[in-house]
């Protein structure tokens, strides 16, 4: 009974005038709803990076990440892409940490961010052709090592042909089942080569399966979701601390070897980086 | 397309994708035969670097005699298998117990205070460990290349090329990796 009463009274709405003003009403409220929670979800995550803050000496917001300004970050790495429209950084937060570099804890500054960038996207409607832009998100760890990488070194997850064989393009290691997960691109072969010794390739396919790493000029970045989070930090933050203990676990896992053929000396630091 | 002619394409296919396994075949081989370049060179230059090694621990260590003398004739065994006429199995063999006298030589040096601060010394030992492990990182690339060779040495239909026109089977050089028991140990 209600129901009819209800269509009877849209069927009446339908033929009047008002039925603009309430679709105009519906999106004025759906447009302030979307607002007010995104400002509640910018509100919390600036809270629950302020908590991350006062958990590590020296942490605090960064705008330019281990002193790398966006503009220099972007189209370097496969997680800081240009896209068509706008890109940048958001919500980045680091300081200096000790990493295990070639068994010895070396304090170098690390950063964790979201980077996003908006990709065209054509559609088409009643109307004709249509443009408009995606988001794409990535989450990112940024660690400045103590030492300079000659030539960029790509490690990431190999495409759905590559797995199967058909298409594997990169450099091909001893492990089968670590050339059909991951695709490895680098042009000094040598300096991959002592990168990626068969505990490093045991780790990453144990614990880095869907993520990406890359090494270029002083830069360490591991990108993608880690595993697990910490519950008590919400949103994105809540990935921080896992993609910290993920960052310590890799250059724990990097062979000495590729320290010192990248002339790397015990005892040798980063400079730390202060935000301008 | 008549039959005929796709018959005489599947015919002109055979000769033209032999030549492509062939040229592959060519390159792999050129590869390989690079990358035993690159070890060679960098096993000379273990070998150059010994004898100054032992120089430098002797004016310390006169008195360790025998370890010495024998890592002096275990790089001249080695010095002695580099020529090509020596199976690759007696060079390994050979760089082995030259590696096995430098251990026990490094091992030594560790009772000599004196020795360990002096930096000629130290810049030895660091230039052996990064001589080192760039051996295995030359060793780890030449048998990558040789193990591609022999994927395709070994597979349908590579296998008849290589058989038709004698690319011979090629041999891993497997040695012990010294870098690790060469690196200075450093204090946490």
């Known amino acids: ?276 | 397309m008549e039959p005929l002619i796709i018959v005489l394409l599947a015919i002109a296919a055979v000769p033209l994708l032999g030549i492509f396994s062939y040229n592959r075949f060519i390159a792999q081989a050129a590869s390989i035969e690079a990358t035993w370049a690159n070890i060679e060179a960098e096993l000379q230059r273990r070998h150059d670097l010994v004898p100054n090694l032992v120089a430098t621990v002797e004016g310390y260590a006169s008195h360790e005699r025998g370890v010495l003398e024998q890592v002096t004739e275990a790089r001249t065994r080695a010095v002695a298998s580099v020529p090509t006429d020596v199976t690759m199995t007696d060079q390994a063999r050979a760089e082995d117990a030259l590696t096995q006298g430098l251990t026990t030589l490094l091992a030594i040096t560790e009772s000599y205070p004196d020795l360990q601060s002096d930096t000629a010394f130290r810049d030895l030992q660091r230039q052996l460990v990064e001589t080192e492990d760039r051996i295995a990182a030359a060793r780890r690339l030449y048998n990558l290349e040789v193990a591609a060779f022999e994927r395709r040495r070994q597979a349908v239909p590579s296998n008849l090329v290589a058989s038709a026109l004698g690319f011979d089977a090629r041999e891993m050089f497997e040695i012990r990796d010294p870098a690790a028991e060469h690196a200075p140990h450093v204090a946490p």
């Open chain 1, 1 to 276: 009974m209600a129901g009819s009463e209800t269509l009877i009274a849209v069927a009446y709405l339908a033929r009047s005038e008002d039925l603009l003003w309430i679709f105009t009403g519906l999106a004025v409220v759906v447009f302030v709803a979307s607002r007010i929670h995104a400002a509640h979800r910018r509100r919390a995550i600036h809270q629950a990076i302020g908590k991350l803050v006062r958990r590590h000496d020296g942490w605090h917001r960064q705008a330019w990440p281990c002193g790398q300004q966006p503009d220099l970050l972007v189209g370097r790495f496969a997680a800081t892409p240009r896209g068509d429209r706008r890109y940048g950084v958001r919500y980045a937060v680091g300081g200096p940490t000790e990493l295990e570099i070639a068994g010895t804890a070396s304090v170098c500054e690390v950063a964790f961010l979201e980077w996003f960038s908006e990709a065209r996207r054509h559609g088409r409607s009643r109307r004709g052709h249509r443009t408009r832009y995606e988001e794409r998100t990535d989450l990112v760890a940024l660690a400045r090592l103590p030492v300079h990488i000659p030539r960029k070194i790509a490690i990431g997850p190999e495409s759905l042909l590559g797995r199967t064989g058909l298409t594997r393009g990169g450099a091909q290691l001893e492990s089968d089942a670590f050339n059909r997960r991951f695709r490895v691109e680098g042009e000094a072969r040598t300096l991959v080569v002592q990168l990626l010794d068969a505990n490093l390739q045991q780790v990453l396919l144990d614990a880095f399966g869907r993520r990406g790493v890359e090494f270029s000029d002083e830069l360490l970045v591991l990108s993608g979701k880690p595993t697990h989070r910490d519950p008590t930090l919400r949103h994105l933050v809540g990935s921080y601390p896992a993609m910290h203990q993920d960052l310590g676990q890799l250059c724990r896992a990097i062979p000495a070897q590729f320290w010192r053929a990248l002339g790397w000396r015990p005892g040798q630091q980063t400079p730390t980086t202060e935000d301008a």
